[in-house]
Structures are given as structure tokens and as C-alpha cells.
């Protein structure tokens, strides 16, 4: 009896994939709503533009090797072709730097949607503010990169109260990366959360796919072109925003504001 019901429990899980995915399956882990690339095999290997300047190579490089330590995914490190503004390209993601302005934010992830899977995602991280002595620590740049980068592969924040204790990893807000424990990778949890998004294979692949032109073309440099608020973390620092374009396609925006600490 306790088999046949998992079999039911496993059977619901798959097919979730296929129409949306379900609240109850996903509500108590830190995935983020069992958002995913679809692929046919994994470990799936994922392209990352290298946009970004030689003060930000490092942590890339960083950044890469940490979530290359799951075995369900690989990222590689290739030739950015996000140009001005930072645009995606479609079955990949975009790693930029620029000073963006005094706009509050530190970093920010942005990933297209098409029904439960990820098409194509950018990170910003905003040299306006890792210009300063509070934020231009390595401590502040890994932890912003590999949560920006994070979210692009399917996982939302661990936690997002920025003054209790690290949980040890990079997918956590804190006031100070260094901690301890230490922020600025990810953890066994982040790891055990991507085995459990990426357990099932898809019949097709977004991987190195292209997605619809309309959602191509879009600029979504600013708050007004975030869409609606979905969620806030305590305090108001942190924020995720929705852009809904119809038919299943949607863009979310992860931010990390700065001042987080103050
Ligand atoms: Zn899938
Ligand atoms: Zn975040």
C-alpha cells in the first residue's frame, strides 16, 4: 500500500512537469516553484556569457566551479554576447558588470519562463556599488554571484532575513558574508534541491534553444519593466518581481537591494 501510493506521489511529481507545477510538491524546499531548464540527459551542461570585466573574472570562475559541484548540471564559462544592457540569449545565461547607477541595487537575477521551464536568464551585478569599500570585498562579490547565478538554475533564497544567523550558503541573505558559517557558496541543500528539480527528464531541451522572438526583445532595465511584486523580504530588501506575458511565458526578477546591513 505505502509503495502504491509513492508510485502515485512519483507519477504526480513527473506530471507536474508537464502542466504547472504543484504548490504542495514545492512549497516547503527552496526551489522556486520547480522552475527548470529542460533537458534530455543530465548532467546538462550550461553556458555562462562572460560579460564581465577582469575585476569580476575570478568570481565567475568561482561561481562556475561551485555549481559544477552538482552532479546533475555543469557550467562552462564561454565568449559573452550580451553587448550593451546586458540582453540574453536564448539557452543561456548572461553574466554582466556595469556601474548600473545608485538604484538601490547590488545584484539581480533575470530568468525567462515558458511554462514550467528556463529559457534564458541574466545576472547584473551593479559596480556602483561593489565600487565601495562596504561591498568590494570578496566576501560580497561570491556570495552576489553565486546567488544571482543560483537563481538561474531554479533556486530561490534559503532564507531571506538578513540579520539572523549564516545558514552557509550563498543562497542565504546575511549582513556579512563571511559569517560563520561562511556565505559564499552554496551548501549540501542547495545541492540535494537541484538533484530534486532536475531528477526527471524532459522530452525536449531549452538548453542551447531558442525561445520566442517577442520575449527576445524586451528590455527590462528597470523596476518599471519588472513587472508586479510577488514577493519582499523582511525589512524590504530583497525582492522578487514578475513580468507576465501570456501564454505561459514570464520573466522573473531576483533582486538583492545594497545597504542590506544597515
Ligand atoms: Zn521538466
Ligand atoms: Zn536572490
Known sequence: MAKHSSRVALIALVTSCLVAAFPSVTLASHSWNGYHWARQSNPFNLKLGDNVSSAWDTYLVTT???????SVLNTTIVPGQA??????TAGRVEV??????????LGLAQVWISGSHI?????KVN??????AQYNTPGWRNLVM?????HTIGLDHQDENFDNPNLGTCMDYTSNPYGPPNNEHPNQHDYDQLNSIYAHLDGSTTVGSPVPPAMN???LAGPAQWGRLVRQSRGGKAAVFEADFGRGHKVFTFVIWANAAE
Open 64 to 70: 562556475s566551479n561551485d555549481w559544477s559541484a552538482s
Open 83 to 88: 553587448k550593451r544592457n546586458c540582453r540574453p
Open 96 to 105: 554582466c558588470n556595469s556601474t548600473y547607477g545608485s538604484n538601490g541595487w
Open 119 to 123: 529559457t534564458q536568464g541574466v545576472v
Open 127 to 132: 559596480d556602483t556599488y561593489f565600487n565601495t
Open 146 to 150: 553565486c546567488q544571482e547565478v543560483g
Open 217 to 219: 526583445d524586451i528590455d
